[in-house]
């Protein structure tokens, strides 16, 4: 459901006019459904017919739960075309859906923040789109206030222009000259009803890009459920997988650590495959651009070879950009873009704000300078850096939290529960710790740059931030029992895009209150008054020269 600004029910004044009647979804999408429920069928029929399964024995039973899974999307898909329309008025865009519980839910056209298509395979294979239709909502429901899935692609696409695009409008003669000076910008001709034509292409697919995405923690945990799933399926089919991963080797004469080293590298070697493959295909045919649309320009990301996706982000909603390095791979300059910008649902899992592939940090900075169009690179720009109090905070916690654990584990060992020599684990990780912590401070750092404040930190994923002074609505100052003793203060900027709070972490308490006055100038002064003056009459240096009421 929408929240209740965004979403409301349709006012009686906004009947639509003659034309404007309620459609239904793609009849196509039956007949997807019908192969749907055949295919959901064959694994049975082949394991009873053709592998000569018993039909009474246990073997068969996941593959008649499969079976009756993929049947009842089936119905589900058929019952939900038959109970779900939808209408475009002047001023509305409307849906209805449900069968025991009916909900009609309506939009403003003036509300709406988004129109995304996407199309899974069985999508591209029949000619559907999804066509999800947001208003910047940040419910748990999802990142678009309703769905219609499916439409026929030309209904997608006709719906996308008519709410978001001004496919009429000219590009202008600095859009043109830029695409000609710049080889990174290029002007396409639409292919189809409701694409427009792209004033500038910042990024496209780049297949050595792989290299950046082949490792991570999804490597190991979707090889693992895609080899539980395949020792599943094939066991139900008679195959006995165990006896034949037995006889590969001699395990018995690996030991345990050549059996444990056997199973990383062919986890990860695995692993790093499948992730290539799903780079190809998420990515494949990528294109970051600038269009045009009905409110200005927007930012555009295509990608995908058998599920397509396209999202457009209203560049005037934009309020900066992010580049976060993960730990692991920092070696190899790999990262993270997204952009900060109103609208989008930051938790979504489809990650609407993302605007590149993982890749070299490198380009990043370099297409996020072109997004921001600043003539100097705000990411390039040296950042202040933290006071020592920060690296002895960050090495006080490291250290208690070795020592908490080394006290849980001896409480354990001396009640028989774990082994001694498991106390030694503590002792081992309180080095990575205090490593943990020295990354940690090295990654501190803040500036202004003109418009934008630049802050950094972070240890598993160190983040650089750049955003649209402003776009800041509030200032926080934080100080804890720990940080004062030290002479800490965090200064967090809050704005209603991303993540809504961007904190500056462990700032120098005597400068504190002049960067948090100089992120969002006006914002403290009326909380803040001149410090006292000095027995001779003179005033505190400026970083001191005020306090917090």
């Not at 380009?363 to 933290?386: K, M, Y």
């Amino acid at each position: 459901m929408s929240s209740p600004d965004d979403a409301q029910r349709s006012p009686v004044d906004s009947q639509p006019a003659p034309g404007q009647d309620w459609q239904r979804l793609s009849a196509r999408m039956i007949w997807v459904d019908l192969v749907q429920s055949l295919l959901s069928l064959l694994p049975a029929v082949v394991a009873i017919w053709v592998v000569g399964v018993d039909p009474n024995g246990g073997q068969i039973w996941p593959l008649i739960g499969l079976a009756a899974v993929g049947v009842w999307g089936a119905v589900a898909d058929a019952l939900r075309w038959i109970f779900t329309s939808y209408r475009v008025t002047a001023t509305h865009v409307e849906a209805k859906s449900g069968i025991f519980r009916r909900v009609h839910r309506s939009i403003q056209r003036d509300r709406l923040r988004s129109v995304d298509i996407e199309a899974k395979l069985r999508h591209r294979l029949s000619g559907l789109r999804v066509v999800n239709i947001g208003a910047g909502q940040q419910s748990a429901e999802g990142d678009s206030a309703f769905a219609l899935d499916s439409l026929s692609v030309d209904d997608a696409r006709a719906l996308q222009s008519g709410l978001m695009h001004a496919t009429d409008a000219p590009v202008s003669h600095d859009d043109e000259s830029a695409a000609g000076d710049d080889p990174s910008a290029a002007e396409t001709q639409a292919v189809g009803p409701g694409q427009s034509v792209p004033s500038r292409v910042f990024a496209r697919f780049e297949p050595r890009w792989v290299v950046h995405n082949l490792f991570s923690v999804w490597t190991y945990i979707v090889v693992l459920g895609i080899g539980g799933g395949t020792y599943w399926f094939l066991s139900s089919l008679g195959v006995d997988v165990s006896g034949f991963v037995a006889g590969l080797l001699d395990w018995e004469s690996l030991g345990w650590v050549g059996i444990a080293a056997v199973a990383w590298v062919s986890l990860t070697a695995v692993g790093a495959l499948f992730m290539a493959v799903v780079y190809f295909t998420e990515y494949w045919g990528f294109e970051l651009a600038r269009v045009r649309g009905r409110e200005g320009t927007m930012l555009r990301t295509r990608h995908g070879l058998l599920t397509s996706r396209e999202v457009n982000r209203q560049e005037h909603r934009i309020r900066g950009l992010q580049i976060s390095e993960p730990l692991l791979w920092r070696w190899m300059g790999t990262s993270d873009t997204s952009v900060i910008t109103t609208g989008l649902n930051m938790w979504s899992m489809a990650q609407p704000s993302a605007i590149l592939p993982r890749g070299p940090v490198e380009v990043a900075r370099d297409v996020a300078a072109d997004v921001l169009g600043t003539a100097e690179n705000p990411f390039e720009t040296p950042l202040s850096q933290h006071p020592v109090a920060a690296l002895r905070r960050r090495l006080w916690w490291a250290t208690a939290i070795a020592a908490g654990t080394a006290a849980v584990l001896a409480w354990l060992a001396a009640t028989g529960i774990l082994p001694v020599s498991v106390v030694w684990a503590a002792v081992a990780m309180w080095p990575l710790l205090l490593a943990g912590a020295a990354i940690a401070y090295r990654a501190l750092g803040h500036t202004i740059a003109g418009p934008h404040l630049i802050t950094r930190s972070g240890l598993a994923s160190r983040s650089t931030t750049v955003l649209q002074r402003s776009a800041v609505s509030t200032i926080v100052v934080r100080e804890s029992i720990f940080q004062r003793r030290l002479g800490l203060k965090s200064v967090s900027a809050m704005t209603a895009a991303g993540y809504c709070e961007y904190t500056t972490p462990d700032i120098d308490a005597r400068t504190s209150l002049q960067f948090a006055r100089d992120v969002a100038p006006g914002i403290l002064d009326p909380f803040l008054v001149p410090a006292p003056s000095r027995v001779d009459g003179s005033r505190p240096h400026a970083g001191v020269s005020t306090h917090a009421r």
